[in-house]
């Protein structure tokens, strides 16, 4: 029976070992840096173009930023919780992943140290908990790699794979994004003896085992300390709805993809059986009741992070019945269970499939306790030199008209009439955010997904320029920043009005003013009880919940106010 109970420290101990104040997983080369070299600016200001007073914010970008660095950051044990007290050296560590939906690395404006996630700190546990501790390793995720579709969610897919295998991973199951992506074109370029696709429900070209397996056998330890885990993966039936038609792909129901892959988990006998499904907690639970040869079962949808504890599934029987793990969501926590062979009850006698084993769970919280992987940050750094490469053309993205139909003008067109707003403007981290985004290493301002809300003219949730908007510090210096703009407006043909360039009637230029027009109602904000209104949900385009999990209008709001004319 798998017990979930508080194993005495009868082996070596990791007793406080992970609660000592430092960051883990640190290389012999050490960390590879968040920001460029301080010499490296005047380069790259060379090398991206850009004018004078672009130079000046880069400058201004780079202080805010080494200030920031230089600052104390808060525990994260403390903020977070201790992980692996007391844990003895298991026999074998499931580490599980799943839903990491686009997020390499954590994003926003928050600060590193206030985020979690990204590869760069799941590699490093990864190498502390199999390189530094010797504990032997079966590694997982549950798919769902990608968030969007198009040239750059097909970029992630291949980059994400490739770093899952650099990683170590032995099976890595798919999402319906997963599946809109060139899979075939990725699956022929790997090597067929080292590809951790695994799935029962998805095939690739009639599921030929060179592209990927419907089930992985994993044998870590060695000798009677060997521990075989064999691992599946389905899709629930929600997800599978959600997938799109091709040649490429068979998929099948649950149902019919366990039906099939049973035979070879009964013949593998190995000691722990997996079952991953991209599918919520109900999905899995019914899917684990109806196939009852599972000891550990993996929701890879629906929640926001694992719960504290593994959690029994009722009406499962093997080995005192299945356990249900669930992921999380955006790749912010890692859940490890540690696997102890029962040896009290392998003297008892004879024990069935799945009994005679004691586990541990641990949640993960992958926040700055773990250092930044030399060899993740690699390929961060490739990825990104990709994206700059192929630029907005290269990955499909074709500006669109603006829903108002009017064009952008830049923020300093708009001192000239608003000089004491132009003067708060200018004070703030807003002024400078296209820059700050080419101090950082490596650089992202030519990455849409990071642009949208470092720049004037983009829509930020969708990642596409509109027309009109930033292009590039060469193309559109009058652009940088998240200017006015972005939260008033393209204000182009206003601007035309006001400065006596433009004749129009009395009716158009009052409509044109009132069109930019904002103000904050009276106890507005994004908190309960406060009034969500115009200006509050134009914040919240970029300092959402994954980008700015902790905004808070009222307190954000006194930094930037500024009103009307002057």
Known sequence: MIKLSV??????????????????????????????????????????????????RLQRAYEALEAHEAKPKPDPVETNGPIFTDWPVPQAALVITGEQVGYLEPCGCAGLENQKGGLKRRHSMVKVLRDQWKWPLVMMDAGEQVRYVGPQAEIKYRYSIESLMEIGYHAVGFGPKDLRTDLLGLVINLPPDQTPLTSASIGVLGFDPDFSKRLRVVTVGEGAQAVRVAITHVMGPQALAETAPSDDLDKLSPNEALAAVLPEIAAAKADQNVLMVYGDR???????????????????????????????????????????????????????????????????????????????????????????????????????????????????????????????????VCADCHTAAWEVFEKTPHFWTTETLVALNPARHLDPECISCHAVGWEPQKYYPFASGWVSHAATPHLSGNGCENCHGPAARHAAVELGDLDVDEAEETALRQALHLEVQENEGNMPGQVLGKAVDNCLQCHDLDNSPDFDFQEYWPVVKHEGMD
Do not use: C
Not at 23 to 30: F, Q, S
């Open 7 to 56: 194993l005495l420290a009868v082996a070596v101990t990791l007793a406080g070992a992970l609660q000592a104040t430092g960051r883990l997983g640190v290389a012999p080369e050490g960390e590879p840096a968040h920001l460029v070299a301080p010499a490296e600016l005047r380069p790259l200001a060379d090398k991206y173009e850009l004018d004078e007073e672009a130079r000046q």
């Open 282 to 412: 109900s999905e899995a639970e019914a899917i684990a009741r109806e196939h009852d040869v599972f000891d550990w079962v993996v929701a890879g949808r629906g929640s926001d992070e694992p719960p504290s504890t593994a959690r029994r599934i009722e009406g499962s029987r093997r080995g005192g019945g299945a356990m249900l793990v669930e992921v999380g969501h955006k790749g912010m926590y890692a859940v490890v269970v540690g696997l102890y062979r029962d040896q009290a009850a392998a003297a008892e006698g004879a024990l069935k499939p799945g009994q005679g084993w004691l586990a541990r769970y641990q949640k993960v919280p992958l926040d700055h306790r773990w250092a930044d992987s030399p060899e993740m940050h690699a390929k961060l750094v490739a990825y990104q030199q990709e994206l700059a490469t192929l630029r907005w053309e290269g990955l499909g993205l074709k500006p669109r008209r603006h829903p108002t139909n009017e064009e952008f003008a830049g923020s300093a």
